[in-house]
Structures are given as C-alpha cells and as structure tokens.
C-alpha cells in the first residue's frame, strides 16, 4: 500500500508558475518559465488560488488483478492527509506542518524521514501552486514523445529527493503526466502516471478526472469522484495519534 502517496499527489498535479513571484526560490531559465506560465494559464490554476483546503475522493483499480480500492485526500495549508483501502488493507499517511508519520498493519505506526516526506511536503497545497518556491531548479530538458503527444519534458529538482519529470502538451500546455522515483520501506520505485481527461471544477480551475499509473508491473486506474474545496478540517485530522 506504499504507493498512496504518489496516487494522492496525482489527484491534482502541482504544474504551473505564478509570475513575478517574490518567493520564488528555484532556479529557472526564461524558457522553462514561459512554458510553466502558459501551462498554468490552460490549467487556469488563477482560480485555484483562493483554495484553502479541499477534500479529494478517488476510487483505484488493479487492472490485471480486478482490485478495487478507495483512497480519500484531505488538505489544508500545509497539511495533508492520505487514506488509502485496498482489498481491506488500509493505509493512513499524514503531514501536519511538522511531523509526517504513517500507519498500516505491515509496518505499524512510523514516522517518516528524508526524501518520503519531502515528497509528502511537496504535495501540500502551498506548493500545488508554486512548485517552484519548493523546488531548487525547475528546467526544460528537451522536447519528446509522451503518451503518443509532442510533449515539453520538465525536470524538477530538489536536494535530499529523486528528480522528478513532469510532461506538458506542447500544443495545449495542459499537463498529461509524471515520471517519478518513490522512496518507500520497501527501497525506490520507478512510478508513472498518464492523464487521461480533465474536468473543470465549478470554481473554475482544470483537475484530471482519470489517470493511468504504472509501477511494479501493475497498472493502476485512478477516477475522481469527488472533490470540495474550502471544506471545514480539523487541524486534529493530520496530527500523529498517540501511542
């Protein structure tokens, strides 16, 4: 159940550059920020701006092994967290601006450390919008073929993580996909994920309503059923239980 973490980052990708932003910490050239901005422009990631919170809820499919499973996202500020059920086996996975900790039957209540919780922190809602005030250098890498489409390949890159390589239309600027490395318990694992359509949400931004990942030899189908934003959360809801 280790992968929860990439499907939860998948529900919204965190594509797009705000211009002109005085916090701004990555480094970045004129032509990778050009593609970020009109990236964000088609992802029309203006109107995610006011979002304070939100409550994300997708069902996940093995497709060769015809498993279903749930898996529920609640963020808020720099808050995020992740309950995945897969086959009865569930999974919480949480980050409460501080401490970011994890807890199933196979390996208990833990803490995590290092580049698995930088991945957790890189997926809170501050950096939805602004990866590049997370990241240490976001620059296009080449042109290339993803999913069939002439895509811009993005690499974002950050100490004490794996690279991570995003890929945008390059005809539409809309997101379609990410290849990641996830560090787990279990060691790294190479991970994809392919959009396969977008919806509009009634405040107006884009956010996939199907994806595709790839890892492990499995193929895991990922469909948005619902998301609300700018819901009431207990601050409570993310901090670790007590042992």
Known sequence: MRFSIYLAI???????????????????????????????KAMKTENFKEVKSLIAEAKINLLKMNING??????????????????????????DGKTAWSENLSTGMRNIEGAEKLTLISATLPFYLNPERFYDEI???????????????????????????????SKTFLSIGEKRILTTPM???????????YLEH?????????????????QISIILNDLKVNVEIDDKTFEKPAQ
Do not use: W
Request: hydrophobic share 40%; aromatic share 6%.
């Open 10 to 40: 998948c529900l919204i990708l965190q594509f797009g550059c705000v211009a002109k932003d005085t916090l701004v910490k990555a480094k970045m050239d004129e032509k990778t920020k050009e593609i970020l901005e009109k990236n964000a």
């Open 187 to 197: 060691g790294k694992i190479p991970v994809e994920a392919v959009i396969n359509d």
């Open 139 to 169: 620059k296009l890498n080449r042109e290339v073929q993803f999913n069939n489409k002439l895509c811009y390949e993005i690499l974002l890159i950050k100490e004490g993580m794996d690279q991570t390589t995003l890929y945008i239309d």
């Open 70 to 95: 749930t898996i529920v996202t609640k963020q808020k500020d720099d808050k995020i967290h992740i309950q995945s059920n897969m086959a009865n086996m569930e999974e919480v996975t949480a980050y």
């Open 202 to 218: 009634e405040k107006g931004f884009l956010y996939p309503k199907s994806m595709t990942q790839s890892m492990m030899n499995m």
